[in-house]
């Protein structure tokens, strides 16, 4: 089903990310995790649809999303940074991209630490974070996605990985095997693995071999 929604407001959170906030249609339901098909409410783009992953938490009266532009693809990202609020978008019936299943390790990298937010930010309000970790990997400091309230979610429990830009908070490097062996002791924990492809496979290959379960390895397919 579709459902034509007014932007209430967009806000800056990083140089290149908008959290866009939206009418919640009457009786919409979605899971923390969970994402929707989404295109501009215009004729020559109503029907290029993206999925992005709702970003406030179930019990919010509007829906969120969080969103990277990428203006040099001159696609539908970029065309929704330019949007203003009160334009519309549609959105579609919600879908399963993350589900959580217990306490674990969180590995995200760049805009891939938006399907965790709905979840994180869940957890933290039922007091259920505790045996949670994520490691989340960016470019530089800038680019780090509600830095200030994932510390505040997760304290000593969040570790910021940076492959260009190494400064006093955070690592340098990447998330790769040696990383992963270094940092990761419990394989019979769950695993939410979300960033670039080539980054997912390349982790969820890793983790399969140092013993990770099938079954405890999530990840959008």
Known sequence: MNYIVKIIS???????????????PMGYEYLPGHATDVSINKPELEDQTRPFTFTALTSEPYLEFTIKGYPERHGITDQLHH???????????????????GPGYF???????????????????????????????NKTFADIIYKEELIKILGDDVIFIMTKDNREGGESGRINEEFI??????FSKHFYVCGPDPMV????????????STDALVFEK
């Open 181 to 186: 062996k270094k940092n990761i002791t419990d």
């Open 201 to 212: 496979l390349e982790i969820v290959n890793t983790l399969q071999k140092a013993g990770a």
């Open 83 to 101: 949007l203003r609020p009160g334009d519309e978008l549609i959105i579609r019936d919600s879908w399963g991209a993350i589900d959580y299943k």
């Open 107 to 137: 590995i995200a990298g760049g805009a891939g630490i938006t399907p965790f937010i709905a979840i994180l930010r869940s957890l933290y309000k039922e007091n259920k974070i505790t045996g949670n970790k994520l490691f989340f990997s």
């Open 10 to 24: 967009i806000q800056p959170v990083t140089h290149d990310v908008k959290c866009f906030r939206l009418e919640k």
